[in-house]
């Protein structure tokens, strides 16, 4: 059974940090491209993040570029989400998703919701002005 496992959220204020994990199990962690997508109130569902562990090759959304900052660690079947310079604007429930199996080597890994196969429950990030 594909499991996902998010934690880490949390309450911060503006200009603070969290750290998100993302706990994989019941696939081939390599395998699979690894995302975070994240749900505002009466929002879209937006791409975040995602990562190949396979060969690190990583893709970020625009508003979070030089803020956030993806890893995998391989032995644990774990990602992380380094969220740095919150803004109020980052508040919102973040998945964790996997896309696969995933074999290209080297290019960006796709943000797109739509390709992903599996969920996590999400965790709440909340960021107060």
């Known amino acids: 059974e594909v499991q996902l496992v998010e934690s880490g959220g949390g309450l911060v204020q503006a200009g603070g940090s969290l750290r998100l994990s993302c706990v994989a199990s019941?696939?081939?962690?390599?395998?699979?491209?690894i995302g975070w997508f994240r749900q505002a109130p009466g929002k879209e569902r937006e791409g975040v993040s995602c990562?190949?562990?396979?060969?690190?090759?990583?893709n970020y959304a625009d508003s979070v570029k030089a803020r956030f900052t993806i890893s995998s660690d391989n032995a644990k079947n774990t990602v992380y989400l380094q969220m740095n310079s919150l803004k109020p604007e980052d508040a919102a429930v973040y998945y964790c998703?996997?896309?696969?199996?995933?074999?290209?080597?080297?290019?960006?890994?796709?943000?797109?919701?739509?390709?992903?196969?599996?969920w996590g429950q999400g965790t709440q990030v909340t960021v107060s002005s």
């Open positions: 019941g696939f081939t962690f390599d395998d699979y491209v």
């Open positions: 990562i190949s562990p396979s060969d690190d090759s990583t």
């Open positions: 998703a996997a896309l696969g199996p995933w074999a290209v080597v080297g290019g960006p890994p796709p943000l797109s919701g739509y390709e992903y196969s599996y």
